[in-house]
């Protein structure tokens, strides 16, 4: 314990002082004022005489039992009141539970200047508890993030201890501490010690935690807690603690990426956010962040001031193949935490398309099938078609043929043909389509991804279809006459509708030609399938289908998992699903064999709990006594024991004091 304790209201209890003092004093020199009576003798009135000289202004005060018992009382209240405290170094007691907090936050790196992390900080003072056990105490170490393990048991081998907490690992998890509080309740309802005479008493728990926990209101343990609280009020940091990745339905190949950033530090922060796709850098935006931890006043007034604040930032690009989107923010100098500056997420590549062609015979067609290396390029005849309408499919195209029917979804290409029922419409006069005579290329949409980076106009075709086209279509190609290529959505499908017959245009014979139909057909994969894979939280295991595996190997037995946490194998069971192990670290895991649909998997931390690095004033759930932050120190109160051990006896004997003088 100190012996040189620190007072909390020094000024507060001088200023008492100052009054109080001078108070008592002025009372023993004032002169009581008496009324003035004829006595026959004074010999009985020896006593009031002595009160008389000794109130007599500007006396000298003569030697007082009375004064000096009050003055000392007073000087003992007044201590009191400037409320002395002590800090002392509290150790572990003879059944004692260490819980040592390892998720995200305890790796801020904001522990005596930037030398040491919270979970560093935390082993060592739980270390140096445990060197305070005695022979026949015992104690468990128990370590916690969003679950609890029991690192070791109840033992009273000091070397033991150390290694256990030593061996902690630090993990990008959040914070739960319920479960934690229940293995500590079930480690001591099973400890061998409780079996000795008088091991029955309460534990000691040492919570060694910053308190960012997510249930704080369900918190209950048997025994008495110590939270001795890790980090600083002042670590600075930015976290990204939001990020969604879409694509649009208008444009399938265009991803729209969204992040949120936070800033947690003290003061308001300028940072730069930069997306990379696959690790090369696409574009940078900035924004404003005010902290977190401000008031709406104050937010106000920083607003007033022009310094209001930014805190997202939207990306859009064109992505037709397999990516890694990446959103990082760049202000890393004095940023205390490193597992919230970056978020990433699995764009899958295009969906391998079941294309049928419907036509009577084409060379040119045929010949693109073969050279575009499709699924399952399959041919069917007009008349076979309408006798069993497909469903299989996911791109049917009609060479010169308008059918009867389709399947209730999908995606279709018509070449000189339109599908039935559809709002999109070949004009008729007669009942016969009317069809417009040498239509060459007026423009063209030259940033839609099937027209991107080509020529179009030396492109004509002799015949081509009237069409009506309702205001919600897009028009790819104008023709001179009319439209030469239309977008078409209805329903569940995709309609594109070329209004020519590519065999009555030079179409075929020209470079365009091929380019164009693969921009179609890998327009119409990703649209297939828009969904983008979202990120796991950190500590997740992730579920793989058995039918996944089978599509790699039916009679794997073990693969292989890469990621943050280093490379390790992975026994596959014989039959059924099975989960990855926990994916502990943010960043991006790999398998080998690459397993479709995770072949690629995104962990990302995005919790602002975790990533808000101010450390709770109070104990998790109000359970336990808090030591002070700067190094395991308890705070002892000692005006209590001032009031209680000197005030109170030394009012007792001024008051048997007076009580005597007064009847003597």
């Known amino acids: 314990m100190s012996w040189f304790p620190t007072f909390l209201n020094p000024w507060f209890a001088a200023l008492a002082a100052a009054i109080a003092i001078p108070a008592l004093l002025i009372l023993y020199f004032l002169k009581l004022r008496r009324r003035e009576m004829a006595v026959s003798s004074t010999f009985l009135w020896k006593k009031s005489i002595q009160d008389l000289q000794v109130n007599a202004p500007f006396q000298r005060l003569r030697r007082n039992l009375l004064l000096l018992l009050q003055m ?26 260490i819980l040592i907090d390892r998720s995200a936050s305890m790796a801020a790196n904001d522990v005596d200047g930037g030398k040491r992390t919270r979970l560093e900080e935390a082993k060592r003072r739980a270390k140096d508890l445990v060197e305070t056990l005695d022979r026949k105490s015992s104690a468990t170490v128990i370590a916690f993030d969003e679950a609890a393990e029991t690192v070791q048991p109840f033992t009273t081998d000091v070397p033991a201890l150390k290694n256990a907490i030593d061996s902690i690992k630090q ?26 005479p008088g091991g029955g008493q309460m534990p000691d728990v040492w919570l060694f935690s910053d308190g960012r926990v997510l249930d704080p209101q369900d918190l ?18 930015v976290a990204i603690v939001a990020m969604s990745a879409k694509r649009t339905y208008e444009r399938p190949t265009e991803v729209q990426v969204f992040a949120r950033l936070a800033n947690y530090g003290p003061e308001p922060v300028k940072a730069d956010v930069q997306l990379s796709v696959d690790d090369k850098v696409r574009t940078i935006a900035t924004t ?29 690009l064109e992505l037709t193949d397999a990516a890694v989107l990446k959103v990082e923010q760049m202000r890393k100098d004095g940023d205390a935490l490193a597992a919230d500056d970056a978020a990433q997420v699995i764009v899958p590549p ?9 036509s009577n015979g084409n060379f040119f067609i045929e010949k693109l099938f073969s050279v575009l290396e499709l699924k399952s390029p399959d041919t069917m005849l007009p008349a076979a078609y309408e006798q069993n309408v497909p469903t299989k499919y996911d791109v049917i195209i009609f060479d010169n043929y308008s059918p009867k029917a389709l ?6 290409i018509y070449f000189g043909g339109v599908g039935p029922d559809l709002k999109l419409k070949a004009v008729k006069e007669d009942i016969r389509n009317v069809l417009l005579e040498n239509v060459g290329v007026l423009d063209w949409q030259r940033d839609h991804p099937i027209l991107r980076h080509l020529s179009l106009q030396p492109v004509f075709a002799r015949t081509a279809l009237k069409l009506d086209v309702p205001p919600e279509s897009q028009v790819l190609i104008e023709g001179t006459k009319g439209p030469l290529l239309v977008l078409h959505r ?42 983008v894979r979202q990120s796991f939280d950190p500590g997740a295991t992730p579920r793989i289908p058995r039918g996944n595996l089978d599509r790699v190997d039916p009679a794997m037995k073990q693969l292989t998992l890469n990621g943050p946490m280093g490379s390790r194998p992975v026994a596959v069971p014989p039959a059924g699903d099975f989960a990855l192990p926990a994916l502990d670290k943010v960043g991006i895991y790999t398998l080998d064999p690459a397993i479709p649909q995770y072949d690629r998997i995104a962990v990302n931390l995005l919790d602002g709990s975790e990533s808000n690095l101010l450390p709770v004033k109070d104990a998790p759930g ?17 005006w209590w024991w001032i009031v209680a051990c000197a005030a109170l006896p030394m009012l007792l004997i001024e008051w048997w004091v007076y009580t005597r003088r007064v009847h003597l």
């Not at 000392?72 to 539970?97: D, E, H, I, Q, Y």
């Not at 399947?407 to 279709?412: A, D, L, R, T």
């Not at 336990?624 to 002892?636: H, P």
């Open 72 to 97: 000392l009382l007073l000087c003992l209240l007044l201590l009191a009141l400037a409320r002395p405290v002590s800090n002392f170094t509290r150790g572990a007691g003879k059944m004692t539970v």
């Open 171 to 196: 993990t990008d998890r959040k914070s739960r501490l319920k479960l934690a509080y229940q293995l500590a309740d079930a480690q001591t309802n099973f400890n061998p010690e409780q079996l000795r």
């Open 220 to 237: 209950a343990i048997r025994g008495k807690v110590t939270f001795d609280k890790i980090g600083t009020d002042d670590a600075p940091n």
């Open 288 to 316: 404003n962040l005010l902290p977190e931890r401000w008031d709406d006043k104050r937010r106000d007034e920083a607003e007033a001031a022009g310094n209001a604040g930014r805190e997202s930032v939207e990306f859009t």
């Open 350 to 358: 295009p969906k391998t398309l079941a294309v049928l062609l419907v």
């Open 407 to 412: 399947p209730p979804s999908g995606n279709f």
């Open 490 to 531: 209805e329903g569940q499908s995709v309609h594109l509708v070329f209004s020519f017959d590519y065999m009555e245009s030079n179409l075929p014979v020209r470079p365009t030609f091929p380019v164009m139909v693969y921009n179609a057909l890998q327009f119409l994969a990703v649209g297939a399938d828009m969904s």
């Open 622 to 638: 109000g359970v336990g006594d808090v030591l002070d932050a700067g190094g395991g120190k308890s705070r002892l109160e000692l």
